[in-house]
C-alpha cells in the first residue's frame, strides 16, 4: 500500500549525521507537504517534521527536514542512542484522495 | 492538552465481532478529521479510513473498504473502528490520529490497540 520508498535501514555512531531519503511522485510530494514521524520501540509514532521542515515545540534542532521535486530528506545531526527507532515519512496523495505513508526506515545508533 | 485514549488489548477468535475506540479531549472533537492506522507485526502504517466527527462524514481506503466500518460519537467524543468477522489477518496494532485541516495528515495519535485473533 505504500506509495513513498524509504531505505530499510540508516546507521551512525554517536554524533554523526545521518540522513534518510523519501522518494514519491508529482502526485504526492511533489505537490504537496511532507511530514515525518518517529516510532521509538513499543510506542506509537509521534510527529517530527510538518510541512517539509517545520519542528514541533519540542522536537531538538538535531532534526531537519527538506524537499526537492518528488523526494525529501530528514537529518539528524549530532546522533544520539535515543534517537534510535523507525522513521516515516508522509504526505497527501491527490490521485488517491487520501494521505499515503513511506516504508519506513530503521535508524541504529551503533 | 490534545488527547486520544484508546480502549485496552483484546484477544478475539476468528469469526468473531469487535469495537475498539478511541475518545479524544483537550480540543473540539467535531472540529477535526480522525483516522485509523494499522501497524501489523513487525511492519509499517497503513491508513484505514478517516471519519469528520462533526457530520459523520467517512472515507475509506480502498484496501479497508467493506473489510472494517469506521463511526463515531460526537456527543461523548469518540471514534470507533469495528469488525463484524475477524480473521487471523487482522492481528495487528491499531491506532487512532487526530488529522490537521490541510493537508489531512496526524497531528497526534492514540497510545494503540493491539488485537489478537486467534483460534
Known amino acids: 500500500q505504500s506509495v513513498l520508498t524509504q531505505p530499510p535501514s540508516a546507521s551512525g555512531t554517536p554524533g554523526q549525521r545521518v540522513t534518510i531519503s523519501c522518494s514519491g511522485s508529482s502526485s504526492n510530494i511533489g505537490s504537496n507537504y511532507v511530514y515525518w514521524y518517529q516510532q521509538l520501540p513499543g510506542t506509537a509514532p509521534k510527529l517530527l517534521i510538518y510541512?517539509?521542515?517545520q519542528r514541533p515545540s519540542g522536537v531538538p534542532d538535531r532534526f531537519s527536514g527538506s524537499k526537492s521535486g518528488t523526494s525529501a530528506s530528514l537529518a539528524i545531526s549530532g546522533l544520539r542512542s535515543e534517537d534510535e527507532a523507525d522513521y516515516y515519512c508522509a504526505a497527501w496523495d491527490d490521485s488517491l484522495s487520501g494521505p499515503v505513508f513511506g516504508t519506513g526506515t530503521k535508524v541504529t545508533v551503533l | 492538552e490534545v488527547q486520544l485514549v484508546q480502549s485496552g488489548a483484546e484477544v478475539k477468535k476468528p469469526g468473531e465481532s469487535l469495537k475498539i475506540s478511541c475518545k479524544g479531549s483537550?480540543?473540539?472533537?467535531?472540529?477535526?478529521?480522525i483516522g485509523w492506522v494499522r501497524q501489523m507485526p513487525g511492519k509499517g502504517l497503513e491508513w484505514m479510513g478517516i471519519i469528520y466527527p462533526g457530520d459523520s462524514d467517512t472515507r475509506y481506503s480502498p484496501s479497508f473498504q467493506g473489510q472494517v466500518t469506521i463511526s463515531a460519537d460526537k456527543s461523548i467524543s469518540t471514534a470507533y473502528l469495528q469488525w463484524s468477522s475477524l480473521k487471523a489477518s487482522d492481528t495487528a496494532m491499531y491506532y487512532c490520529?487526530?488529522?490537521?485541516?490541510?493537508?489531512?495528515?496526524?497531528?497526534?495519535w492514540g497510545q494503540g490497540t493491539l488485537v489478537t485473533v486467534s483460534s
Open positions: 483537550g480540543y473540539s472533537f467535531t472540529s477535526y478529521w
Open positions: 510541512r517539509n521542515n
Open positions: 490520529v487526530r488529522l490537521l485541516p490541510s493537508p489531512r495528515l496526524p497531528d497526534y
